[in-house]
């Protein structure tokens, strides 16, 4: 389907089917029970999800395919988002315009950095991207403060200009929207104690999202994917045959770089600001952690990894000490204590330690990511099978 | 490459599904109320941001300790607090409009994108009513933004700004804690007295927001009562050694410092001048002087031995001796050990104030309750007669200026109250030119 092989459509299926239930996935207890504190069906969470799979997906075609590892690729989600809530200031409310500046002002930005940065290579090429990215950080949170709002980030006026859009009335902020179909809407289905609600930013930005995966798909199966491959398993012997590779690492930068910037301007689509935060060096490790963590040069890794890393971010972080207290409430209380005191450092504002735990854990017995996991206990699970029926035949391994 | 077999009844069939999935949304449930997070009948739940990791971590902390209190008190628990002092005695210990009031907590992380997440979280997740807390200015208008939109109450936490109450305002956010007008307007009548006013100024000042509008308010004020400012030199917020910034200040012909840094960042500059021998100095025939225009207990328990003389200005202090600050710090300190910080203060009165206006406008939503906060005359909370000005949100109330104790009898015991400045000398036009460039727009409620 769609030019793609058989077990890829499959996943883009599975995929397309995963995004489309997330509601309902990801909101598996009923509200009011006490396991509902680990829902995550809510709209921003979800929209980060996909968003950040997104970024994921751009930055795997990058690291996964060519082996250089960026390490300032937040900059181009910074600039994405910077460019998109002017599109909101200056021409209209409408995301269309505004993810398509932010998309084309990214690639320019990729090309440039990746035309200086990718004349070096390995840790080199890391630091390059890295300094760059910081700069345009440093810049961002104070002299370019006319544009960028500074430290308090660029938002939305009343007297922004607008011009497309019709003059207002009413002394409220607009909301961005799609021809009229406000992005932050929602309805809600109330079946028993469950409350799921579906949101009309939430499934643009999925749509957008299914659309990028599927195009990574293409990238990944393409010719230019397997001059990508043969980058980074050996560069030297590639230039001995009389290639340059420059101009295919360079396409690849600015692709991935025009991914973030996507996932950019839907950040600022779905939440009109855009802050210097996003180009710090943490959100750029950030990226680098969600496509480790999923599987590199997997398909669906990194939004695995995107997905997990979010969810921690958003779910954990929230868990404080009285909750944990209620949670081992039916313990004796010297127990009760003890418990909180040692589970207590690792979630609410701990939770980046219990990160740093799993990301280990991963690193050292899954090298493959989330996505190795998965194999090994689709191959057992094969594997089991097989004996029953007897049979001695062995799956490739992708 | 695979070839599809599309049939006309798996086509007829798969249209059918989605039709049906469509049809779904026909069942949904409306918002009966007319506002966002409407509460039940039984409970109320507020939601608690402030910055748990980061640079303003310890304020978050003590802030976190004040909100709990204040629910605690609330809910009719512990010794009542500020309750029975302030002047309106539409609370009596029975949660909000008879509702138990629960609450939810994050962490704003300092950033204005995790505080934004954060907030919605709550928002959308755990349905709270209101926001308040935050520890920077930058991430209190970002949440401000985000509650106008969408259609909660946003009571700030420590955010010392002019733009949250001047060019970022918004109908839904309200700001009890002062700002760097009032700052600037406080400290020069003190500085003038001690120091005179033939005297040659050099601001250093952090890099970002919070700094240019100190560093503005403080220049006009200064510069209006005969002061000149030498230069003004912008230091990055990530900066931990001063060294090279203090280096040049004594060759410069300035005899006076300002220090318009906050948090670490002030710690460290402060340390770094006195190291450079700047407090021993003497310039234009006069002894060196340092003014920090922002002080928290929290910063000047970080520099210690430095900050002994130097002047600055506070929101509250906890040794003030009204009926109010006392009640809060007696319940403050029998839960916790220790007395409050300013952050902890302005966190607990915001909370207790909406409550307050909650009650008397009968109802949780947003409109109503911003009108009962709008020109809202209280007293009792620990800062004297107060108003919330209805055309900004901005608390207009006494302002302390400071000096670092010589003779610190505890840890806690770091600052001494020079004057109170009356409110009238720090209030100033909703449309002073610091301020001027935002509009409040209208208040939301949401859906």
């Given at each position: 389907m769609l030019g793609l092989g058989k077990k890829d459509t499959t996943l883009l299926l599975i995929v397309a089917a995963l995004v489309v239930f997330a509601p309902f996935i990801l909101n598996p207890f009923p509200g009011g029970s006490g396991m509902a504190q680990f829902n995550a069906g809510y709209p921003d969470l979800m929209q980060r999800f996909v968003i950040f799979g997104i970024f994921a997906i751009g930055f795997n075609i990058l690291f996964g395919l060519t082996g250089y590892l960026s390490f300032g690729h937040a900059a181009f989600l910074g600039v994405g988002s910077y460019?998109?809530?002017?599109?909101?200031k200056l021409l209209s409310m409408n995301v269309l315009p505004a993810i398509l500046l932010a998309v084309v002002f990214s690639g320019l930005f990729a090309l440039l950095i990746g035309y200086i940065s990718l004349r070096r290579s390995g840790?080199?090429?890391?630091?390059?991207?890295?300094?760059?990215?910081?700069?345009?950080?440093?810049?961002?949170?104070?002299?370019?403060?006319?544009?960028?709002?500074?430290?308090?980030?660029?938002?939305?006026?009343?007297?922004?200009?607008r011009i497309l859009d019709a003059a207002r009335d009413s002394g409220n902020l607009p909301v961005p929207g799609l021809f009229g179909l406000e992005m932050?809407?929602?309805?809600?289905?109330?079946?028993?104690?469950?409350?799921f609600t579906f949101s009309a930013g939430y499934y643009f930005c999925a749509v957008v999202m299914l659309i990028s995966f599927y195009m990574a798909i293409r990238i990944f199966r393409s010719p230019f994917g397997m001059m990508l491959r043969a980058i980074k398993s050996n560069q030297h012997r590639l230039n001995y045959t009389g290639l340059n590779a420059r101009p295919y690492t360079l396409a690849a930068f600015?692709?991935?770089?025009?991914?973030?910037?996507?996932?950019?301007?839907?950040?600022?689509?779905?939440?009109?600001?855009?802050?210097?935060?996003?180009?710090?060096?943490?959100?750029?490790?950030?990226?680098?952690?969600?496509?480790?963590?999923?599987?590199?040069?997997?398909?669906i890794g990194p939004v695995l990894g995107a997905g997990l890393i979010k969810y921690m971010e958003n779910i954990l972080s929230k868990i404080n000490g009285d909750i944990l207290h209620s949670w081992f409430a039916f313990l004796p209380d010297g127990l009760e204590d003890f418990i909180v005191t040692i589970?207590?450092?690792?979630?609410?504002?701990?939770?980046?330690?219990?990160?740093?735990?799993?990301?280990?854990?991963?690193?050292i017995f899954l090298p493959g990511g989330l996505v190795e996991a998965g194999q090994r206990i689709a191959?057992?699970?094969?594997?089991?099978?097989?004996?029953?029926?007897?049979?001695?035949?062995?799956?490739?391994?992708? | 490459?695979?070839?599809?077999?599309?049939?006309?009844?798996?086509?007829?069939?798969?249209?059918?599904?989605?039709?049906?999935?469509?049809?779904?949304?026909?069942?949904?449930?409306?918002?009966?109320?007319?506002?966002?997070?409407?509460?039940?009948?039984?409970?109320?739940?507020?939601?608690?941001?402030?910055?748990?990791?980061g640079p303003y971590a310890d304020e978050g902390a003590d802030e976190l300790r004040a909100y709990e209190l204040a629910v605690e008190h609330l809910n009719g628990g512990g010794d009542g607090g500020m309750l029975p002092t302030f002047s309106s005695q539409e609370l009596d210990g029975s949660g909000i409009l008879g509702r138990k009031v629960e609450y939810v907590t994050g962490d704003t992380q300092t950033k204005s994108d995790a505080a934004r997440a954060s907030a919605r979280s709550m928002i959308e997740k755990d349905g709270a009513i209101m926001i308040t807390g935050g520890s920077s200015s930058g991430v209190a208008v970002a949440v401000q933004a985000l509650c106008q939109e969408a259609g909660v109450i946003f009571m700030s936490g420590l955010t010392h700004s002019n733009d949250t109450t001047g060019k970022d305002k918004r109908a839904n956010g309200f700001r009890h804690f002062f700002n760097s007008y009032m700052s600037g307007a406080a400290l020069a009548p003190v500085l003038q007295n001690a120091y005179g006013t033939d005297r040659k100024a050099y601001h250093l000042t952090a890099d970002y927001n919070w700094g240019y509008t100190t560093e503005e308010a403080i220049r006009s004020s200064t510069e209006a009562m005969g002061w000149e400012t030498v230069a003004a030199v912008k230091t990055p917020l990530t900066q931990t050694d001063f060294s090279s910034y203090i280096a040049p200040v004594l060759q410069s012909g300035a005899d006076v410092l300002v220090l318009n840094h906050y948090g670490g960042n002030m710690v460290n500059s402060l340390t770094n001048a006195v190291q450079f021998g700047l407090r021993e100095a003497t310039a234009n025939g006069k002894q060196f002087e340092i003014v920090v225009p922002l002080y928290s207990r929290l910063m000047a328990r970080g520099a210690g031995e430095n900050v002994k003389g130097i002047f600055g200005s506070t929101n509250w202090h906890w040794s003030l001796q009204d009926e109010g600050s006392q009640a809060f710090v007696k319940s403050f300190g029998t839960k916790y050990g220790f007395p409050p910080s300013q952050a902890a203060h302005t966190c607990y009165v915001q909370t207790l104030l909406y409550a307050d206006a909650v009650q008397r406008a009968g109802s949780f939503a947003p409109c109503a309750v911003a009108e009962a906060l709008e020109g809202f005359e209280f007293d009792g909370l620990g800062n004297g007669p107060t108003l919330y000005r209805a055309e900004d949100h901005q608390c207009f109330k006494d302002v302390l200026v400071v000096r670092g104790k010589e003779n610190p009898t505890s840890e806690f015991d770091l600052l001494e109250i020079v004057e109170v400045t009356p409110a009238d000398q720090v209030t100033y036009a909703p449309d002073h030119p610091q301020f001027a460039g935002g509009a409040l727009g209208d208040c939301n409620n949401g859906a």
């Open positions: 460019s998109a809530v002017w599109m909101f840790i080199y090429f890391s630091i390059l991207t890295l300094a760059f990215a910081q700069m345009c950080y440093a810049l961002a949170y104070s002299v370019l403060t006319p544009i960028t709002g500074g430290e308090t980030g660029l938002q939305l006026a009343q007297d922004d200009p932050r809407s929602t309805a809600d289905l109330v079946l028993g104690d469950w409350v600015v692709i991935s770089g025009m991914y973030a910037g996507l996932a950019g301007g839907l950040m600022a689509s779905m939440d009109p600001l855009a802050g210097a935060e996003r180009m710090f060096w943490t959100a750029s490790g950030e990226v680098v952690l969600m496509t480790i963590l999923g599987g590199v040069g997997t398909l589970v207590y450092p690792f979630i609410g504002k701990g939770w980046h330690l219990t990160l740093g735990l799993m990301f280990m854990a991963v690193v191959r057992a699970v094969r594997g089991r099978r097989s004996d029953d029926r007897k049979s001695a035949t062995t799956e490739p391994a992708e | 490459m695979t070839k599809s077999n599309l049939t006309r009844r798996g086509v007829l069939r798969s249209g059918a599904i989605a039709g049906a999935a469509l049809g779904v949304p026909t069942y949904l449930r409306a918002q009966e109320s007319g506002f966002t997070n409407a509460p039940g009948d039984s409970s109320v739940t507020l939601g608690f941001n402030v910055p748990q990791t």
